[in-house]
């Protein structure tokens, strides 16, 4: 590295990094076709727009690419990248009748908004062939590469190579047995100073200390070999690994500490998870065999019941994590995309195959029918992460699970049993709301009643000749509202005057109908219930009539309880009474409008009271010592975490509450359904279904994790590889189906996925199988003959240069300014600014600008299997002027000139060392000494030099 220090020259160097450009995702715009495009135009477009030339319409054939390609009578509906220019845009737009398409029904805007997206990303179309052409069966001869996906793996012997001394590990012989065959060598060894950068970075996410690079340095002129094998145990050991490979996985979950900056923490995010955020990364610390490590987050929370553990229901928060779009007001439209989210994460993540590709139709590709689709829908239709659905203008709340152990649930039922019964003491007399405000909520029309001290239960009253709305609840003239409290209800009381039959007559109706649980009503006399019943969200009840026969004074009362949260439960009351014999009526609108109202609630005709019962309280009951029982025991709780994750059984007051076989859903579309598909697994896999327990997900889980299964060590190996090597034996670590990439070596993954088995299925040990061979040891330099050859390095014939993940950057910046807070877990911080590592920054969803995006971080929206990785000027201006970085550059700065007894000289070595694991050379270090001596304020200087190293290519790439 020659460094000229001035203005232009760190900028020079700076955007060295950032040449070149990123290239589109086809796998994703695959995705997004069979996904968002294809379902549409099968069942809205083809109807008039595939099939022979006597039965399409505008001669405009829409099943295939060459289709729409060729135009039909109005030209080319599809200008790929131009939605705005395309007539296809402008048809399902409705914007002009005579081209209106579908004619009938508009199609809805999520929809148009979606192939708007289509077309401005270049109209991605793999349909080679017209829908008339015969379909492709799913009983076919499958090729031999899928015939090898889906044979269960067995261990090859280890092939014959020319040169004995080269291999370090089994695996190693793979790769030179290939490159032998193709008469090339494998790369030199990397240098010591490289390789211990390389396994630093590689396993725990940091960079090595000068003092940890000199250790292995004098290791290694020992015996090579062994130091890497001790450094390796070493870094397994450490914390860092877990934070490392967990960030890994997290990429592979669609993983986000929040969904939305509308509703940030609010009842529909994801609050909790963070916690299964630490669970992964206690899983790879720990080394959790992967096998359980499956097991768990697909049915942790039943492997709970058998044995409690509140880690296992943790786990599960994998499918509470997802991507479904919360919001729609078509509730069983939310539960299918829900199960479909929970599918795609279960086929990429763990079988590496794009099984939610067969939700509409049979898979295009892959072995994988709709059928199959909707018995693997049986096992998440028969579970819920939702506690049930919100009224259809709300977004749904996800369910929360509190984590206690059976000992903790008995006793929690105890202590509840205990309070319930002070409650019911409490609410069995009625207590006047005797404390009056006025001006409620700056209204001076609004008068209120509750308890002293207490807001809830309450009465509202409008006394004014026109509506009024406050908070979220809206009250006409002339009216009033009650509200139950969080323990006791709400009860209006009309006080027999007169014996003889009366006629009741009362209505009901939600006064914030935006939010709340409901209520339940009664209405009794004496002892006797004459009518009860539920006001839900929103709803309204009446008008109720009844007749009854009454003894003066005796009560007649109209209760108002909580149902569940009792938060956002306003309830508007009209109730009157009629004494036929004595032609009188009361009118509790009218009552409530007179100015003495409430004051003498023992002798008014109409009162309002807390709590149900014939007792009538004063005022000045005295409820303390009851309080202060039931406070006591309430302190007594266990203490509650809560989670969110999968529970057992669907989701309550749905068709699919309780545990169900599925029908499939034709197109896709719930409201058609034909015949229901037994819970089971995919019959390309020839597995028996076995009798399900409950949902039948641990018998899934179990499937998934069996040493004989096909493709899950495959797929996991493959990842390992891949994040070591740079690329994966089969590129596409998310789709080992036809669309994906054939295995550069099959034999070779196929010996890691048998013995990653005998192995216990320990992620470590294949750390160390794999960073142990003389493959990873490689150079990242090749002769030139390897790299005409093997340009790709399809072969491993060298090791690949990689830059900084995100996550790796801001944290090497902290590590190099001192400034890293290596605390363990906890909530997401939104802060960039904070010390802690970059995996506990808040990843919010909705955020398309965060700094974890802008440097390639992993898209939170998708399952990812392998980073964007690109370089682009708006990651060299980040790092050349943001505040962040200037302060890192600063803090170094001050680290490196605090050095006691050195000059100028040693204090560049000493920088080399810890930002690149080597010394400075002889022209580095004149060049910077000779910048330093020339600066009028040195702390600017080294400011400066500090800047200009963090920022250069041998910084942010690992060799």
């Not at 996925?753 to 794999?770: C, D, P, Y």
Request: net charge negative; charged share 25%; proline share 6%.
């Amino acid at each position: 590295m020659n460094i000229s220090i001035n203005h232009c020259a760190s900028l020079s160097l700076i955007l060295l990094l950032l040449a070149a450009s990123g290239q589109a995702d086809d796998t994703a715009r695959q995705e997004f076709f069979e996904q968002k495009i294809r379902p549409v135009l099968v069942e809205s477009c083809y109807p008039c727009h595939a099939g022979t030339p006597d039965e399409v319409e505008g001669k405009l054939w829409l099943d295939s690419r060459a289709g729409w390609q060729r135009g039909g009578q109005s030209g080319t509906p599809i200008v790929p990248g131009k939605p705005e220019e395309s007539l296809l845009v402008r048809a399902i737009r409705h914007a002009d009748k005579d081209l209106a398409m579908p004619p009938e029904e508009k199609l809805s805007d999520a929809v148009i908004a979606d192939f708007v997206i289509w077309i401005r990303q270049g109209a991605f179309d793999p349909r080679d062939q017209a829908a008339t052409s015969p379909p492709r069966p799913i009983v076919r001869e499958m090729s031999d590469r899928e015939r090898w996906a889906f044979s269960r793996p067995v261990k090859p012997a280890l092939p014959v190579v020319r040169d004995e001394t080269w291999a370090k590990q089994p695996l190693d012989r793979f790769l030179l047995a290939r490159l032998e065959a193709q008469q090339l060598l494998p790369a030199d060894a990397a240098t010591p100073e490289q390789l211990v950068r390389r396994l630093y970075w590689d396993l725990i996410g940091l960079p090595p200390s000068p003092e940890e690079v000199d250790r292995f340095l004098a290791a290694a002129q020992q015996d090579r070999q062994q130091a890497v094998v001790g450094l390796v145990n070493d870094l397994l050991s450490r914390p860092a690994y877990g934070e490392k490979w967990g960030r890994y996985w997290l990429d592979c979950v669609r993983y986000a500490d929040l969904l939305d900056a509308r509703n940030k923490g609010g009842e529909g995010d994801i609050v909790d998870a963070w916690r299964y955020r630490d669970w992964v990364v206690q899983a790879f610390n720990s080394d959790l065999s992967y096998n359980e490590f499956m097991r768990r987050q697909i049915a942790g929370d039943l492997l709970a019941q058998k044995q409690w553990n509140a880690d296992n229901v943790i786990a599960t928060g994998l499918y509470a994590i997802g991507n479904w779009g919360n919001g729609d007001s078509d509730k069983q439209k939310v539960y299918t995309d829900i199960v479909d989210d929970q599918i795609d994460v279960t086929g990429r993540a763990f079988l590496g195959l794009t099984l939610a590709c067969a939700r509409c139709h049979d898979h295009k590709f892959d072995p994988i029918s709709t059928a199959d689709y909707y018995s693997l829908a049986g096992f998440f239709f028969s579970s819920r992460i939702l506690d049930k659905f919100a009224h259809p203008t709300q977004g749904e709340k996800l369910m929360r699970i509190d984590l206690v152990s059976p000992e903790d649930q008995k006793r929690r039922d105890e202590l509840t049993a205990q309070i319930a019964a002070i409650n019911a003491k409490l609410n069995e007399g009625l207590t006047p709301l005797s404390a009056k405000k006025e001006n409620v909520s700056g209204k001076p029309e609004l008068i209120s009643w509750s308890q002293p001290g207490i807001d809830n239960p309450s009465l509202t009253v409008n006394r004014s000749d026109q509506p009024v709305a406050f908070s979220t609840v809206s009250l006409p003239a002339k009216s009033l509202s009650v509200h139950p409290g969080p323990e006791h209800s709400v009860t209006v009381v009309w006080r027999a005057p007169v014996d003889g039959e009366i006629s009741i007559s009362a209505q009901l109706s939600d006064a914030d109908g935006n939010c709340g649980d409901g209520i339940d009503w009664a209405i009794r006399l004496k002892d006797q219930t004459l009518q009860s019943g539920t006001l839900a969200n929103g709803a309204s009840a009446g008008p109720i009539q009844l007749k009854c026969n009454v003894q003066a004074s005796q009560l007649v009362r109209l209760t108002i309880a909580p149902r569940g949260d009792y938060v956002c439960d306003s309830t508007r009351i009209d109730l009157q009474i009629s004494h036929a014999a004595s032609d009188k009526t009361w009118k509790l609108s009218e009552s409530v409008q007179c100015a003495t109202f409430a004051e003498k609630p023992q002798e008014e005709a109409f009162a309002f009271f807390r709590g149900d019962g014939e007792t009538l309280r004063d005022a000045g009951f005295d409820e303390a010592p009851l309080i202060a029982e039931r406070n006591a025991l309430t302190a007594k709780f266990p203490e509650v975490i809560k989670c969110q994750g999968l529970q057992d059984g669907g989701i309550p007051e749905t068709r699919y509450a309780g545990f169900h076989d599925v029908p499939i859903h034709v197109r896709g579309d719930y409201r058609r359904l034909t015949s229901v598909q037994p819970r089971g697994f995919p019959k390309v896999f020839q597995a028996d279904s076995p009798a399900m327990e409950g949902s039948g997900r641990l018998q899934l889980a179990d499937w998934i994790a069996a040493e004989n299964h096909p493709l899950t060590a495959r797929v996991f190996v493959n990842r390992l590889w891949q994040h070591h090597f740079g690329r994966g034996i089969v590129t596409t670590a998310n789709n080992f189906g036809a669309l994906g990439t054939p295995p550069t070596h099959p034999e070779l993954l196929d010996w890691l996925a048998v013995t990653f088995i005998e192995q216990g299925w320990s992620v470590k040990e294949m750390h160390r199988l794999i960073c142990t061979s003389a493959a990873y040891q490689q150079s990242t330099l090749a002769s030139r003959e390897t790299l005409e050859r093997d340009p790709d390095n399809l072969l491993f014939s060298r090791q690949q240069r990689r830059k900084l993940t995100a996550e790796e950057l801001r944290d090497g910046l902290l590590c190099a300014s001192g400034q890293l807070d290596l605390t363990l877990g906890g909530p997401s911080i939104a802060d960039l600014n904070v010390l802690r590592r970059t995996l506990y920054l808040t990843t919010l969803r909705s955020d398309r600008a965060s700094y974890q995006l802008l440097f390639d971080g992993a898209d939170p929206t998708s399952v990812v299997e392998q980073r964007t990785d690109s370089i682009v000027a708006p990651q060299a201006l980040w790092l050349m002027n943001h505040p962040f970085v200037l302060g890192q550059s600063r803090k170094l700065a001050e680290r490196i000139q605090s050095l006691p007894n050195a000059d100028n000289t040693a204090r560049v070595q000493e920088l080399f060392k810890r930002l690149y694991g080597r010394p400075a050379r002889p022209e580095e270090a004149a060049v910077l000494a000779a910048f330093l001596e020339q600066q009028t304020d040195p702390a600017k200087g080294w400011e400066t030099v500090c800047h200009v190293l963090l920022c250069a290519n041998e910084f942010v790439f690992v060799d």
